[in-house]
């Protein structure tokens, strides 16, 4: 059975810190790594991470995965309050189903 | 692009009764799945759908949950009899490629 595990559970930080949110997983047939971020609706998409040790930026968000350790770390710099949310990680494996195996998320709460 | 749509936003029902859940996926997105997010949770897989046959339901509690997607387009999940550990919110998602979903909004159900 395919396995995401997401650390910390959950992270409370002050505007302009930095956070490290961890995910690493066991899944079979591995095909790409993704990260969401969860306010109070739907998730929405922020990277998708097929290749080891190649970044994707955007602003102050970055992630990098890690395809012989089976981890990937999603990096917010100099945090705002917007950025609050719970940040899932999800693991597509290959195959006819090709589903996505979410972790349980961190809660990150960015204090003003 | 119109998003994902689901309705209603919020259900409060009492155990043992039914409930039905409605989704509109993004035009041309062939691949619907059916989350389930008890809180703290990550969404759990209930049951995807190509176009409109069933691509995987193993996670589906068949004695009690019903989904089915006419026409390849619209769906429906249903709840029957109702149990106290089903509230959640259930998210609807669709993908074009099957990697990169877009989510509804969801529908928060409360068993009382």
């Known amino acids: 059975e395919d396995k995401v595990v997401q650390s910390p559970l959950s992270l409370v930080v002050h505007e302009g810190d930095t956070v490290t949110l961890n995910c690493s997983y066991e899944?079979?047939?591995?095909?790409?790594l993704l990260w969401y971020k969860q306010e109070k609706k739907a998730p929405t998409f922020l990277f998708m991470l097929?290749?080891?040790?190649i970044e994707k930026k955007s602003g102050r968000l970055s992630s990098i995965l890690d395809k012989k350790e089976l981890f990937s770390i999603l990096n917010i710099t100099a945090t705002q309050t917007g950025d609050s949310a719970v940040y899932l990680c999800?693991?597509?494996?290959?195959?006819?189903?090709?589903?996505?195996?979410f972790g349980s998320g961190t809660q990150l709460t960015v204090l003003p | 692009e119109a998003g994902v749509a689901q309705s209603p936003r919020y259900k409060i029902i009492e155990k043992r009764q039914s409930v039905a859940f409605w989704c509109n996926p993004i035009?041309?997105?062939?691949?619907l799945y059916w989350y389930q997010q008890i809180l703290g949770q990550g969404p759990k897989l209930l049951i995807q759908?190509?176009?409109?046959?069933?691509?995987?339901d193993s996670q589906l509690p068949k004695d009690r949950f019903s989904a089915e997607r006419l026409k390849g387009v619209d769906s429906t999940l249903k709840i029957q009899p109702a149990k106290l550990e089903d509230s959640a919110v259930y998210l609807c998602?669709?993908?074009?490629?099957?990697?990169?979903?877009?989510f509804g909004n969801g529908t928060r159900l409360t068993v009382t």
């Open positions: 998602a669709s993908s074009l490629s099957g990697v990169s979903l877009h």
């Open positions: 899944v079979t047939n591995f095909r790409s």
């Open positions: 097929t290749s080891s040790g």
């Open positions: 999800a693991v597509a494996s290959s195959g006819s189903a090709r589903q996505l195996t």
């Open positions: 035009s041309g997105h062939a691949t």
């Open positions: 759908f190509q176009n409109n046959g069933v691509v995987d």
